[in-house]
């Protein structure tokens, strides 16, 4: 009974906090089927995309993925060749960027080198044509809000990177938005400054509950931040998913490479059962055993993903068990403090990368050049691709 | 290896850096000392002459009479210059036709200007292109130009009065509006080059910027825009203002006899009168006229840009 109504709350939970998972859930907003051209150049090729209320969705990729047109359209600085664009269920198709619901956090930051701090981020409050006291009201909330209070006077050239950046922030921010665009909010903030801003955006997000759509091109900041990621490629959406979903269940090549270090291991499918399957490989010179039934039948080219840190060394062939177990040589060791990457090169000629924290102090290295050593993981911990 | 002996070109190098930055600095001063300082103190130093019918022309400022340098400074000719009407009416005039050229090319050079500066590469560089061509053609050669366009017979009168637009041709050269033509032809290109330099470095995500927090494309032009080329807005209306106060080829061959302006009574004053002297204070007067309030804006300028210092 008591364990019936657990479930239950578990049910609604994952209702409320995951509307993608909910099949009633509304869209706030709907990118459909949308393309967008620059001469003959597809920049944004039938994208078609659900952002929920309250999400933190990023758009990761490369350089000229495509990522920032899909920003630039949701503000109206480029109009979709084809497709449509809904924000709150309203057609954005004719509505200039001074009346969409949207503002945005340029990666430039665009801040007004001619105002003042203050008067940047109570711009778009008189262009609404507010009361001059509700304007000065709102500015101060704001700019405590980015604990920039200390700087309403100044003028943006008289602040640092990461001020520059709450200014910019707050500015975006004071007009309440239903959707704010971030475009690189962090990419010209050095590294320590980068992750704590990081956090600090997340917190604000939460605290006002807007909608953040961010672009990005930095893996890590997308999963410290983002509720949900579409990972882009060549003006197409590769893959949507929590940045949990990404990383343990990639369903390409492109976003296992993606999103963090991953080594793949290319093989043909032989016995593919209900609850098993093996993957016989050239590349590693002998077969996979997986845990899980595998799409696809028998004979197809398949790619195993491995990350680095789910493989283990051993230094003896391990005696348990014979499956998923390969001998190599170790050829390259970085040093990363908080854990250590082994390069070791497998008699096939495949190299191979494995992590291994390093959880105690004084420990000598367990391995050097040349040691010979066999590579292991568990068979549930590889996840099978079959592009 | 410490012992060698320096080369001369290790020498020559080390020297250069040593004293490389005053020779740098250094030469643009003596350029300005000597083409600019040296001949203005020269007409400073006329101006306060008499006017002689000798070669020179005028009397010495210094003379050695009688075991003793004897110093004869003529205020005359500038107080001369307050009590003709005839300068101080030049001078005015000279000023109100500058200003208002320089309104009219400025109206005329921003969205010239600004077209350039937003059109894309190829196209830019051939608009750019088209507003510096004239400059290849002498700037003598395009004012009679301008007299042939202008003419009671010229060319717009000829299309005119061919289209039975008019029966009458009209009075267009020897008019002030001439003048105004002349000049804003002439200096348009000063105008639109600085602008354009303003224009172009402007980060379009500004604009961007002003539009996604709801204001209205004309208003981002007002708000963004004209204020940041306000330094190009300056730089432009003085490089047409300064000249066209002084103008005397314009005014001379497109302008009437009333047009009175201060370049052709300086001229009057040298070639007909053959006063050097008085010729000499004109053109300082004009000068201190022109600079004070060069400096003024100059200063204004520098404070706006550099608002922390």
Same mark, same amino acid.
């Given at each position: 009974?008591?364990?019936?109504?657990?479930?239950?709350?578990?049910?609604?939970?994952?209702?409320?906090?995951?509307?993608?998972? !909910?099949?009633?859930?509304?869209?706030?907003?709907?990118?459909? +089927?949308? #393309?967008?051209?620059?001469?003959?150049?597809?920049?944004?090729?039938?994208?078609?995309?659900?952002?929920?209320?309250?999400?933190?969705?990023?758009?990761?990729?490369?350089?000229?993925?495509?990522?920032?047109? =899909?920003?630039?359209?949701?503000?109206?600085?480029?109009?979709?060749?084809?497709?449509?664009?809904?924000? !709150?269920?309203? !057609?954005?198709?004719?509505?200039?960027?001074? &009346?969409?619901?949207?503002?945005?956090?340029?990666?430039?930051?665009?801040?007004?080198?001619?105002?003042?701090?203050?008067?940047?981020?109570?711009?778009?409050?008189?262009?609404?044509?507010?009361?001059?006291?509700?304007?000065?009201?709102?500015?101060?909330? @704001? =700019?405590?809000? /980015?604990?920039?209070? +200390?700087?309403?006077?100044?003028?943006?050239?008289?602040?640092?990177?990461?001020?520059?950046?709450? /200014?910019? =922030?707050?500015?975006?921010?004071?007009?309440?938005? +239903?959707?704010?665009?971030?475009?690189?909010?962090?990419?010209? %903030?050095?590294? +320590?400054?980068?992750?704590?801003?990081?956090?600090?955006?997340?917190?604000?997000?939460?605290?006002?509950?807007? #909608?953040?759509? @961010? /672009?990005?091109?930095?893996?890590?900041?997308?999963?410290?931040?983002?509720?949900?990621?579409?990972?882009?490629?060549?003006?197409?959406?590769?893959?949507?998913?929590?940045?949990?979903?990404?990383?343990?269940?990639?369903?390409?090549?492109?976003?296992?490479?993606?999103?963090?270090? /991953?080594?793949?291991?290319?093989?043909? %499918?032989?016995?593919? !059962?209900?609850?098993?399957?093996?993957?016989?490989?050239?590349?590693?010179?002998?077969?996979?055993?997986?845990?899980?039934?595998?799409?696809?039948?028998?004979?197809?080219?398949?790619?195993?993903?491995?990350?680095? &840190?789910?493989?283990? %060394?051993?230094?003896?062939?391990?005696?348990? #068990?014979?499956?998923?177990?390969?001998?190599?040589?170790?050829?390259?060791?970085?040093? =990363?403090?908080?854990?250590?990457?082994?390069?070791?090169?497998?008699?096939?000629?495949?190299?191979?990368?494995?992590?291994?924290?390093?959880?105690?102090?004084?420990?000598?290295?367990?391995?050097?050049?040349?040691?010979?050593?066999?590579?292991?993981?568990? #068979?549930?911990?590889?996840?099978?691709?079959?592009? | 290896?410490?012992?060698?002996?320096?080369?001369?070109?290790?020498?020559?190098?080390?020297?250069?850096?040593?004293?490389?930055?005053?020779?740098?600095?250094?030469?643009?001063?003596?350029?300005?000392?000597?083409?600019?300082?040296?001949?203005?103190?020269?007409?400073?130093?006329?101006?306060?002459?008499?006017?002689?019918?000798?070669?020179?022309?005028?009397?010495?400022?210094?003379?050695?009479?009688?075991?003793?340098?004897?110093?004869?400074?003529?205020?005359?000719?500038?107080?001369?210059?307050? $009590?003709?009407?005839?300068?101080?009416?030049?001078?005015?005039?000279?000023?109100?036709?500058?200003?208002?050229?320089?309104?009219?090319?400025?109206?005329?050079?921003?969205? *010239?200007?600004?077209?350039?500066?937003?059109?894309?590469?190829?196209?830019?560089?051939?608009?750019?292109?088209?507003?510096?061509?004239?400059?290849?053609?002498?700037?003598?050669?395009?004012?009679?130009?301008?007299?042939?366009?202008?003419?009671?017979?010229?060319?717009?009168?000829?299309?005119?009065?061919?289209?039975?637009?008019?029966?009458?041709?009209?009075?267009?050269?020897?008019?002030?509006?001439?003048?105004?033509?002349?000049?804003?032809?002439?200096?348009?290109?000063?105008?639109?080059?600085?602008?354009?330099?303003?224009?172009?470095?402007?980060?379009?995500?500004?604009?961007?910027?002003?539009?996604?927090?709801?204001?209205?494309?004309?208003?981002?032009?007002?708000?963004?825009?004209?204020?940041?080329?306000?330094?190009?807005?300056?730089?432009?209306?003085?490089?047409?203002?300064?000249?066209?106060?002084?103008?005397?080829?314009?005014?001379?061959?497109?302008?009437?006899?009333?047009?009175?302006?201060?370049?052709?009574?300086?001229?009057?004053?040298?070639?007909?009168?053959?006063?050097?002297?008085?010729?000499? $204070?004109?053109?300082?007067?004009?000068?201190?006229?022109?600079?004070?309030?060069? *400096?003024?804006?100059?200063?204004?300028?520098?404070?706006?840009?550099?608002?922390?210092?």
């Amino acid at each position: 009974m008591s364990q019936g109504a657990n479930q239950q709350d578990a049910q609604i939970c994952v209702q409320t906090s995951q509307p993608w998972n !909910d099949p009633d859930g509304v869209p706030f907003i709907r990118f459909e +089927k949308v #393309t967008k051209k620059f001469g003959d150049f597809y920049a944004v090729d039938d994208v078609s995309l659900d952002i929920y209320r309250h999400e933190l969705f990023a758009l990761l990729g490369g350089s000229g993925c495509g990522k920032t047109t =899909l920003l630039r359209m949701l503000a109206g600085f480029e109009d979709p060749t084809e497709g449509k664009i809904y924000i !709150d269920g309203v !057609d954005m198709a004719n509505v200039p960027p001074y &009346e969409r619901p949207t503002n945005m956090m340029f990666q430039s930051y665009a801040l007004f080198p001619h105002m003042s701090v203050e008067k940047n981020v109570a711009f778009g409050l008189h262009q609404d044509g507010y009361s001059k006291s509700e304007i000065k009201e709102r500015v101060a909330d @704001m =700019l405590a809000l /980015v604990q920039m209070s +200390k700087f309403a006077t100044r003028k943006p050239h008289q602040l640092s990177g990461g001020q520059r950046q709450r /200014v910019a =922030l707050a500015r975006s921010l004071v007009k309440q938005p +239903k959707v704010l665009l971030l475009d690189e909010p962090l990419g010209a %903030l050095d590294k +320590k400054l980068r992750e704590q801003t990081q956090f600090e955006l997340v917190n604000i997000q939460e605290k006002l509950g807007t #909608t953040f759509v @961010m /672009v990005t091109h930095d893996q890590e900041e997308a999963m410290t931040m983002a509720s949900r990621i579409a990972v882009m490629n060549e003006g197409v959406i590769k893959q949507i998913g929590t940045p949990f979903e990404l990383y343990e269940y990639p369903n390409s090549r492109f976003t296992a490479n993606f999103l963090g270090q /991953v080594n793949l291991i290319e093989g043909t %499918l032989v016995d593919d !059962d209900e609850k098993y399957a093996i993957i016989q490989s050239d590349d590693i010179g002998g077969e996979i055993y997986i845990d899980h039934a595998v799409q696809g039948h028998e004979g197809t080219t398949l790619w195993v993903a491995l990350r680095p &840190e789910r493989l283990r %060394l051993c230094t003896e062939k391990p005696e348990n #068990t014979t499956r998923n177990c390969f001998a190599g040589k170790v050829e390259d060791i970085g040093y =990363l403090g908080g854990l250590s990457t082994y390069h070791v090169r497998l008699e096939t000629g495949k190299r191979i990368r494995v992590s291994e924290p390093n959880t105690h102090r004084h420990n000598e290295p367990r391995y050097t050049w040349d040691d010979q050593v066999w590579v292991t993981w568990e #068979t549930g911990s590889a996840s099978v691709l079959n592009q | 290896m410490s012992d060698i002996k320096p080369t001369l070109k290790q020498r020559f190098d080390r020297w250069m850096i040593r004293h490389g930055r005053v020779l740098v600095i250094g030469l643009p001063y003596l350029w300005l000392f000597l083409f600019f300082l040296v001949p203005f103190l020269i007409v400073l130093k006329i101006s306060f002459a008499t006017a002689q019918y000798a070669q020179p022309p005028y009397s010495a400022l210094f003379q050695w009479v009688d075991e003793g340098v004897n110093i004869a400074i003529n205020f005359g000719n500038y107080l001369f210059l307050l $009590s003709d009407s005839l300068y101080i009416s030049a001078y005015l005039n000279s000023i109100r036709i500058a200003a208002i050229s320089t309104v009219i090319t400025l109206l005329i050079g921003y969205p *010239m200007a600004y077209g350039i500066a937003r059109a894309k590469g190829s196209t830019r560089n051939l608009l750019l292109m088209l507003v510096i061509l004239p400059f290849w053609t002498s700037f003598l050669i395009r004012v009679y130009a301008w007299i042939g366009i202008l003419d009671r017979e010229g060319l717009i009168n000829a299309a005119l009065m061919g289209l039975h637009i008019i029966s009458e041709p009209l009075i267009i050269r020897q008019t002030e509006v001439a003048v105004y033509i002349g000049i804003v032809y002439t200096y348009l290109p000063f105008m639109i080059l600085p602008l354009y330099s303003t224009l172009e470095k402007m980060d379009g995500s500004l604009l961007e910027a002003a539009l996604d927090l709801g204001c209205k494309p004309w208003k981002a032009f007002a708000t963004i825009t004209l204020p940041l080329s306000l330094p190009g807005i300056l730089a432009g209306s003085l490089l047409v203002f300064i000249p066209a106060v002084g103008e005397f080829v314009i005014p001379e061959l497109l302008g009437g006899p009333n047009t009175l302006m201060i370049g052709r009574t300086l001229w009057n004053e040298f070639f007909s009168n053959r006063d050097w002297p008085i010729a000499s $204070s004109v053109a300082i007067a004009m000068l201190i006229f022109l600079v004070v309030p060069i *400096m003024y804006f100059q200063h204004i300028q520098g404070k706006t840009e550099d608002p922390g210092k």
